[in-house]
C-alpha cells in the first residue's frame, strides 16, 4: 500500500481514470479520458454515503453527503485481474469509523471501467445505511441545457424505450443559480428499479452526450433495487449510481461492529464516437465479461416456447410438430415454457405444486422430453417457485412464516403468495419438488418472475 501519492491513474488501451488528492486527503475524480477525448472533473465526492446522523444537503439527492465529504484517503494498491488493471482505494471517515474501499476495474480491450464500494464498518458501534453510492462521477463538460441524457424505459411486452432529452428538457428547472447567490440546486433527474424485476419499469442503463459526440454510458449490474440519478451542480453535472437505497425504497442496512456491506458493480464505458459507438463499446465489455471463467465458451442457444407462441398454453398436441420445427435450426435446449403444470386454462392463482399436468400430455410430459432429445436438443423447463397462488391448495400447507409477511400478514401481489426461501420448511419442499422434475427431464431448469415482488426485510444487501 502506498500512502504519499497525490494523483493516481488507472489505465488501459484508450481508457484513464485520473484521481486527485488534496492535502487533506480528500479524493476526487481528475478526468476520464477515451483516447484523445477527455471529461474534465468537478468537486463531487468519490463515495457517497448516507446514515441517519449524517444526511446530505438536499432530500431527494445523495450528494453532498456529510459522511461522503469526512471520508479522506489512507491507502491505495493497484495490481491486476483476469480482466484487466484494477485500483483499490481505501477512505476512512475518522469521525464515525466508516472505511469505504473503492474499486476501480478495466476490462482490457473494451475502453470500459467497473465500480463498486465496499463499507467497512471499523468502529465499535453498529452503524446504519441508507445510501452508498457504487459510482459516484461529476464533470464540468457535462451541462444540463446542453449534454443529451439518454435512458429507456420499459415495461412487459414493451422493453428498451429509449428516449433522450437535456437535463432541463427532460423536466428539471434551469433555476439559474448564479443570480440566486450560488446556491445549490435541489432538484434531480431520478430513475430507480423496484422490486426483483429490475427492468420492469426502466433498464438499469443510462447514457450522457456532449454536444461534440462525446459520450459515457453505464449500467448497473444489479438484479434487484437499483437507482441512478442525473444533479445539476455549480461545476456541472454528477452521476451518482447504487442499489437500493433509503429514500426511494425504504432499504436501511445496519452494520454491527466489523461487518461489510458491498454494492453493486457499477459498468461506465466512454467514447468520442457518440451513443452508437458508445453501445457498441458496452457490447464487447459485456460480451468480455459473459465469456469469463470456465464456461464462458459453453454458451448454449435456448429457445423458449412462451413469447410470441404457445403463450403458456402448452399441449402435446402443439408442441410435438413445433419441437420438430425448432430441432431444424440447430438450437442446443428447447424450454417448455409456463403452463406445463395446468389442467385448468386459468391457472394464475393456484400455481404451486409444480407436477406436470396428465390433461395436456396424455402420454406424460416424459413423452415431450423424448421427442426434444430425438430432436437432437435437450429439454428444459420453466418454472417459478418461489410464488404459489392464492387459492393453490399448496397455499395451506406451509406456515405464515414461510412467506414473506407485512405485520404478521402475507403479502398478496398479482394473486400470489410469495416464498421466504429463508424458511427451512420452503427449501426442504422445493428439493423435493425439482429432484423430481430432474428425474424426468435431464437438462436446463430455468426460472424467472411473473410478479414483481417487494422488500420489506431491509437488513439484508441484496434488497
Known sequence: ?????????????????????????????????????????????????????????????????????????????????????????????????????VTFEIVARTSTLRSSVTVTNE??????????????????????????????????????????????GLGEPGIRAEVHSAHVPRGRLGVSGRGTWSTGEQLPMGALECEDGRTVL??????????????????????????????????????AAGATLTTPTTAITATGGGIDRAFARLTDYRRATRMHGPNGTNLPVIY???????????????????????????????????????????????VGAWEPSTSRFPGGIGEIFDAIRNHGMRPGLWMEPEVVGIKSPIAAELPDEAYLTRGGERVVMDGRFHLDFRHPAVTERLDRIVDGLIAICTGRMPSSRGIRALSWRTAHPAE
Open 304 to 350: 423458449n416456447d412462451y413469447m410470441n407462441t404457445l403463450m403458456a398454453d402448452p399441449t402435446t398436441e402443439k408442441l410435438l410438430p413445433l419441437i420438430e420445427a425448432v430441432g431444424r435450426t440447430g438450437v442446443d435446449i428447447y424450454c417448455v415454457d409456463a403452463g406445463w403444470y395446468a389442467d385448468e386454462p386459468r391457472w394464475w392463482e393456484s
Open 218 to 255: 453505464w449500467q448497473i449490474e444489479q438484479n434487484s433495487p437499483w437507482h441512478w440519478q442525473l444533479l445539476e451542480t455549480l461545476q456541472g453535472m454528477s452521476l451518482l449510481a447504487s442499489g437500493a437505497t433509503g429514500r426511494d425504497h425504504g432499504w436501511s442496512n445496519t452494520l
Open 1 to 101: 500500500m502506498t500512502r504519499s501519492v497525490r494523483q493516481l491513474e488507472l489505465s488501459d488501451g484508450d481508457i484513464a481514470l485520473q484521481l486527485t488528492i488534496d492535502s487533506e486527503g480528500r479524493v476526487r475524480v481528475d478526468g476520464l479520458t477515451a483516447g484523445p477525448d477527455r471529461w474534465a472533473g468537478s468537486e463531487q465526492s468519490i463515495v457517497e454515503i448516507v446514515t441517519p446522523g449524517t444526511g446530505t444537503g438536499s432530500a431527494g439527492r445523495y450528494d453532498r453527503s456529510l459522511l461522503g465529504a469526512r471520508l479522506r484517503y489512507r491507502a491505495h494498491a493497484i495490481d491486476a485481474t483476469d480482466l484487466g488493471p484494477r485500483l483499490v482505494l481505501e477512505l476512512v471517515d475518522p469521525v464515525s469509523g466508516i472505511a469505504a474501499h
Open 123 to 168: 468502529s465499535s458501534d453498529s452503524r446504519e445505511l441508507l445510501y452508498v453510492s457504487a459510482l459516484a462521477i461529476g464533470s464540468t463538460d457535462w451541462t444540463p441545457d446542453g449534454t443529451i441524457v439518454h435512458l429507456a424505459d420499459s415495461d412487459w411486452l414493451s422493453e428498451y424505450r429509449w428516449r433522450h432529452g437535456t437535463l432541463y
